[in-house]
C-alpha cells in the first residue's frame, strides 16, 4: 500500500470493501496543495482499476473538511512552455474529473468547513453528508479568481441555477442546515455522530449486490451529466491562466506606480 505525506488511505479491517481516505494537513486546514492534488491524483489512478473497493469515504482531519487551493503555492520549477502551464492551470480540475470517474460509490464526508475548491471536491461525490457545525463558502469571485474545476456545472446540478448563483456570486457562507434544506448534503448528523452515521451508510451500500449498484451509480452518472455537462466549462484551465497572467499584470503595475 501506498504511504502518503498529506493523505490517510485507511482499509477498513471488518468492513470488506470499504476504503477512507482522509485530507491529513489539519494545522492547513487540509487546504489542497499541488502536492495533496498530486497524492490525489496517485490515488484515484490506483482506484480506477480496483474491483475490491466498492466505497470510498472522503474526509478531512481536524476541524475542516477543506480550506480549498492553497493560494500561492507553484511547483518549484518553471513551467516549460504555456502547454505547461495551462497543464498546471488545470491540476485541481483534474482531480475533480478523476474524482467523478471513480468506479466505486464516493461518500463525501463535511466534517467541517469546507471552502472553495473543499466545496468543488465534495460536489464530485455520489453522497455527501454533513457534521452539524461544519459551513460552506465558496468566495473565488471576492478573490477576483474564476470560479473553474467544473465546478458550476456540477452546482447546477445540486442546487438549481438561482441558488448556484447566489453562493458562487454573493460569496457568503451557508451552514450544513442549509446545505441539506438546498439539496447538497444527503443529510446532517451532530458532530459526535457523524463517523458512525458515515460507516452505517457504507455499510448499507456494500449490503447490496456488487454489480447492481455499480450499474446503478453508473446510470445516476451518466443522468446526472445530461442535466449540466460538465463538457460546457471546456474553457476552465484557460481562464484559470488568464487570471493568473492579470493578477501578474496587476502586481507589476502596483509596484511600479
Not at 110 to 119: E, K, P, S
Not at 211 to 225: D, F, H, V, Y
Not at 246 to 253: F, K
Amino acid at each position: 500500500m501506498t504511504t502518503y505525506d498529506h493523505l490517510l488511505v485507511e482499509w477498513d479491517p471488518r468492513l470488506d470493501g470499504l476504503l477512507t481516505v482522509t485530507l491529513h494537513r489539519p494545522e492547513k486546514l487540509n487546504a489542497l496543495s499541488i502536492a495533496v492534488h498530486d497524492e490525489l491524483q496517485d490515488l484515484f489512478t490506483g482506484l480506477e482499476t480496483d474491483h475490491a473497493t466498492r466505497v470510498v469515504v472522503l474526509t478531512g482531519a481536524g476541524r475542516a473538511f477543506s480550506a480549498g487551493a492553497e493560494l500561492g503555492d507553484r511547483r518549484p520549477e518553471p513551467p516549460v512552455n504555456d502547454l505547461d502551464r495551462r497543464a498546471r492551470a488545470h491540476l485541481g480540475g483534474r482531480t475533480c474529473e478523476m474524482l467523478d470517474r471513480l468506479p466505486q460509490v464516493t461518500i463525501g464526508v463535511a466534517n467541517g468547513l469546507a471552502i472553495g475548491g473543499g466545496v468543488v471536491l465534495l460536489s464530485c461525490c455520489d453522497l455527501r453528508l454533513g457534521a452539524a457545525s461544519a459551513w460552506f463558502s465558496i468566495p473565488e469571485v471576492e478573490l477576483d479568481l474564476p470560479l473553474t474545476w467544473q465546478a458550476l456545472p456540477r452546482l447546477m446540478r445540486e442546487l438549481g441555477p438561482a441558488r448556484t448563483k447566489e453562493v458562487a456570486m454573493a460569496c457568503e457562507r451557508f451552514t450544513s442546515a442549509q446545505a441539506a434544506a438546498w439539496g447538497f448534503l444527503n443529510h446532517v448528523h451532530p458532530d459526535d455522530e457523524l463517523p458512525a452515521a458515515t460507516r452505517a451508510l457504507a455499510e448499507r451500500l456494500l449490503s447490496m449486490d456488487p454489480l447492481t449498484l455499480a450499474m446503478t451509480t453508473g446510470a445516476c452518472r451518466a443522468l446526472e451529466n445530461t442535466m449540466v455537462p460538465k463538457e460546457v466549462t471546456w474553457s476552465d484551465a484557460e481562464l484559470m491562466l488568464l487570471a493568473y497572467r492579470q493578477s501578474s499584470l496587476r502586481a507589476r503595475r502596483e509596484g511600479s506606480s
